[in-house]
């Protein structure tokens, strides 16, 4: 299996080579050079397999350059029920006939993030080791990449990590859990301004090929590709669950800022995973739900990305839509360049064609919708008062979504997002009660914090990195 870059750089790479990288030397995304398919008899085998062994079979279908043993070996050190809580990994949370949450967020940090950054800890361990290698992990997070990422790599050989956020704009459980991380090898930034600020400065570091090289900079963002190709497993794992037989269909909604977990759920249906609809779910940073709904992206700047009760989702610059782009336009490097280059930086947006526009749903299942503040409060009452579960903001907003969005006779699959203890004051809002938290973590936000506050620059990011190796 070869990977390419989705603007044209014609060198094709191994899985190890992009692993520890970030984006493509022509500034691209890295994807494979074809979907690998997957035909009924592999489908009805992988039907009883346990999450780790699932995990392996895909995993394998892209991975060609760690030796089956190592890569199993590593899928089963991370996938266990001592680190998710749970034998299934990602059990289902049946709320009614045919609707579902997925839950994703037993890992350590209590969100979805988990289920991808664990395993990428154990790869990145494990190719600096055979490589003798280090690396300097550079990050922006919203709130949950951060820490997973940070949770995933504390303490291990040979990586550093240097995480940016948004200072001041993620909920009070989300900054602790990171700035109270004590490892020497855990570096936080908080930059005074909003997420895409954070994630323009990774991409500008990632795109200065000299510093890149010269300071080892990697990258555990959504526009890692093993980051991504980790989720896709879950996908696998929840149609099993939904269903009797693989001649069945289900839809899945996802809450939706980065593109990188939608992404996944894109790729698992290009490998024949008998997916109806993917559905994005976007807050009121409704970029991708314009995109959906007009064929225009028009991502907005600092000034003009509203702060939201779901701020995982407050996100204007969708960093993986340009995979799904890359493969709307039948893989057309040159016009994902001039799109993702010269036409965003003259006009600010892009608009595809109407042929193309009808491609997202006829061909790839894709359609839309948008959740606001209200909006998840009252879902939030009412998962409670129907189905007496309470829910974390960006799944309200997925759910909210999702019964917008049910199709007869399809089971709707929403992929749960993180545990509403580290959203305490909207569910406060919603329902009157203060939400349960894992014992351990009663005195999160009390604990001592290591923070750096920096502005919204790319010299000073650059110098702090060049001071801290």
Same mark, same amino acid.
């Given at each position: ?352 064609? !109407?042929?193309?526009? &009808?491609? /997202?749903? $006829?061909?790839? +299942?894709? #359609?839309?919708? %948008?959740?606001?503040?209200? @909006? ?44 509403? !203890?580290?959203?305490? &004051?909207? /569910?406060? $809002?919603?329902? +009157?009660? #203060?939400?349960? %938290?894992?014992?351990?973590? @009663? ?27």
């Amino acid at each position: 299996m070869k990977y390419l870059s989705t603007r044209g750089d014609k060198t094709e790479r191994h899985f190890c080579d992009i692993l520890l990288e970030g984006l493509a030397p022509d500034g691209g995304l890295y994807l494979p050079t074809a979907y690998p398919r997957i035909d009924a008899a592999t489908l009805a085998r992988w039907r009883g397999l346990s999450y780790a062994d699932l995990a392996f079979e895909i995993l394998s279908l892209y991975i060609d350059d760690i030796p089956a043993v190592d890569l199993k070996a590593i899928v089963h050190r991370t996938y266990t029920e001592a680190v998710f809580g749970t034998p299934q990994i990602t059990p289902l949370k049946p709320l009614a006939p045919g609707l579902a949450l997925v839950a994703l967020s037993n890992g350590p940090t209590l969100a979805f993030k988990d289920m991808a950054m664990q395993l990428l800890g154990q790869l990145f361990e494990y190719e600096l080791g055979r490589r003798g290698e280090t690396l300097n992990i550079l990050g922006a997070t919203s709130g949950d990449t951060g820490s997973a990422a940070e949770y995933a790599m504390r303490g291990k050989a040979g990586i550093q990590v240097f995480m940016l956020s948004p200072h001041g704009r993620m909920s009070p459980f989300q900054q602790a859990q990171m700035f109270s991380l004590q490892e020497a090898n855990i570096h936080n930034i908080a930059v005074q301004g909003v997420f895409d600020d954070c994630q323009d400065i990774v991409k500008a570091v990632s795109n200065d090929l000299a510093f890149k090289r010269g300071h080892r900079i990697g990258t555990v963002n959504s526009i890692n590709w093993a980051r991504l190709l980790a989720q896709v497993v879950y996908y696998f794992a929840a149609y099993f669950q939904a269903t009797k037989t693989d001649a069945e269909r289900v839809s899945f909604t996802v809450p939706s800022g980065n593109f990188g977990n939608v992404c996944a759920g894109h790729v698992a249906r290009m490998m024949g995973l008998p997916i109806e609809q993917l559905v994005v779910a976007t807050n009121e940073n409704d970029v991708l739900d314009e995109f959906f709904r007009t064929g225009v992206y028009r991502p907005r700047g600092a000034e003009h990305t509203l702060e939201t009760s779901s701020p995982s989702m407050d996100i204007s610059k969708a960093s993986n839509f340009e995979r799904f782009v890359f493969d709307l336009l039948d893989r057309d490097a040159a016009r994902v360049n001039r799109l993702f280059g010269e036409e965003l930086a003259a006009k600010g947006c892009f608009e595809i064609t !109407a042929e193309e526009r &009808a491609r /997202i749903g $006829e061909r790839y +299942g894709f #359609v839309s919708g %948008r959740s606001t503040h209200e @909006d998840r409060v009252a879902t939030i009452r009412q998962c409670h008062a129907q189905y007496g579960v309470i829910i974390d903001t960006h799944t309200a907003d997925g759910l909210k979504v999702a019964l917008d969005k049910r199709q007869p006779g399809v089971p709707m699959l929403v992929l749960e997002t993180a545990l509403p !203890a580290k959203f305490a &004051a909207t /569910i406060e $809002e919603a329902l +009157g009660l #203060v939400p349960p %938290r894992p014992a351990a973590l @009663d005195d999160l936000e009390s604990r001592p914090k290591r923070v750096t506050v920096l502005p919204v620059s790319v010299d000073q990011v650059k110098q702090f990195i060049v001071d801290h190796v």
